[in-house]
């Protein structure tokens, strides 16, 4: 990649990480400390820097020197040893930003744009951003196995990235499990363990395998620093966007990872004089079978309420949300909202999306969607304002999982009977194969 970027053993990264900060009572500790919640208060920790610092060397090396990949703004992210950063993530972030003018045009939006993370490597979903900051951290602390607990993409993200990496990885699954994305996991090479209880029950479950064994889990002991590597996409999406912040970012919320990193990503931006971000609004969409956060923001209240999730969304089925409190003060603070959608309208979000863009994307994606469709029919967009909806996974991993649609029949292999059935298809029949309904698509 770059010449700007340090890579050989013993060098020292650009970043300018300073420590670990707790959230709600603000003592803070080395970053070297292997530590993820504060031993005062319990809190989740978060990465700090020396912003000035980062202004200076980001002034010192232009950004089409840089690398296009998930280290492209090194020096606000918590790696620090260069031999590690370089075995992780080299292909990783820089997804697509696509104008969506099709839908845009559905939606009555002239300037929305879609933040493609779907194609994000090597995993095909958003969680290659957070992933390889736990790898990379994993490495620099010479670990050489790492554990998950997992709805689905963390899990493919840590047997991919892990794999490349030289690492074991071990995944635990909730007992609603996407088959597609577990097999994909086993295929990749990983040990997959799948717990009886929910993602919230298995969640707690890991913490305590993590504390008993010392294994290191990618979204529990190195938690603040896989949450550093989601304020990439906020990064991207205002260089890709010229440096001109958006004036609304939708993104689906399960944990409040992402959601609440972006806030975190567009401050940093402002704080090293790169773009004005202070306008821009997060808005967050959630099925309406596991809605705790944007329950709260919409009824104005402070408290999250845990909930059992009842969704086909599963990559959101998380009933208690670890970050979602950082989500609500977010989205407060930037003057944004939260939305729901039902299962019928998550899928016909993920069709919608499908038929405008050619996208395919899972439930998560769908309710990103729908909630958008939502949010723009209720006035909150002006038709000129610049929308980035963010595409966080990939519909190939979920088709088992769609509503199933008819199996189309079959034809003779025969000049007149496929010209009899395109007229039909054009004339907006379906053919169907009425002895095998159950194709999902
Ligand atoms: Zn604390």
């Known amino acids: 990649m770059s010449t700007h970027t340090a890579q050989s053993l013993g060098q020292r990264t650009r970043s300018c990480a300073t420590g670990l900060v707790c959230h709600r009572c603000e003592n803070s500790y080395p970053l070297e400390q292997s530590i993820f919640a504060c031993p005062d208060c319990g809190k989740g920790l978060d990465v700090v820097y020396d912003y000035e610092l980062a202004a200076r060397h980001f002034s010192e090396v232009p950004s089409a020197e840089r690398p296009h990949n998930i280290w492209h703004f090194e020096e606000l992210l918590p790696i620090v040893d260069a031999s590690a950063q370089a075995r992780v993530g080299q292909h990783s972030g820089y997804t697509p930003l696509i104008r969506a003018d099709r839908l845009g045009a559905e939606l009555g939006l002239s300037n929305l744009f879609l933040k493609d993370d779907s194609s994000n490597r090597p995993s095909l979903s958003y969680k290659d951003r957070v992933v390889s900051m736990s790898v990379a951290r994993l490495l620099e602390r010479g670990e050489t196995e790492i554990g998950c607990v997992s709805t689905g993409n963390v899990g493919t993200a840590v047997a991919s990235l892990a794999a490349k990496a030289g690492v074991d990885a071990y995944v635990f699954y909730p007992n609603a499990l996407e088959n597609t994305k577990a097999r994909a996991c086993m295929a990749l090479g990983a040990k997959v363990c799948q717990v009886e209880g929910n993602y919230d029950e298995a969640n707690r479950r890991c913490r305590e395998v993590a504390e008993t064994t010392g294994m290191d889990f990618a979204n529990i ?221």
């Open 221 to 441: 002991t190195l938690r603040p620093f896989y949450a550093e590597g989601a304020k990439t996409a906020a990064f991207e999406i205002v260089e890709q966007l010229d440096w001109q912040s958006p004036d609304h970012i939708i993104t689906a919320a399960a944990g409040g990872t992402l959601s609440s990193r972006l806030h975190k990503g567009l401050v940093e931006l402002q704080l090293l004089g790169l773009s004005e971000t202070d306008a821009t609004r997060i808005h967050i969409a959630q099925p309406s079978g596991c809605n705790p956060i944007a329950t709260a923001i919409v009824a104005e209240e402070a408290e999250i309420h845990a909930v059992t999730p009842e969704t086909a969304a599963h990559s959101l089925a998380i009933g208690n949300p670890g970050d979602g409190y950082l989500v609500i003060d977010a989205v407060r603070k930037r003057g944004g909202t939260g939305g729901f959608a039902s299962d019928p309208e998550i899928f016909a979000g993920i069709d919608l999306l499908a038929a405008t863009e050619g996208l395919l994307t899972e439930p998560a994606g769908g309710t990103t969607i729908a909630v958008l469709e939502k949010l723009a029919a209720a006035g909150r967009f002006a038709p000129d304002d610049t929308v980035v909806a963010i595409i966080t996974g990939n519909g190939l991993k979920t088709l088992d999982d769609h509503p199933p649609k008819p199996w189309p029949a079959k034809v003779d292999c025969e000049l007149d009977a496929m010209l009899a059935a395109l007229s039909e298809l054009k004339r907006g029949g379906t053919l169907v194969d009425s002895a095998r309904e159950q194709l999902h698509f």
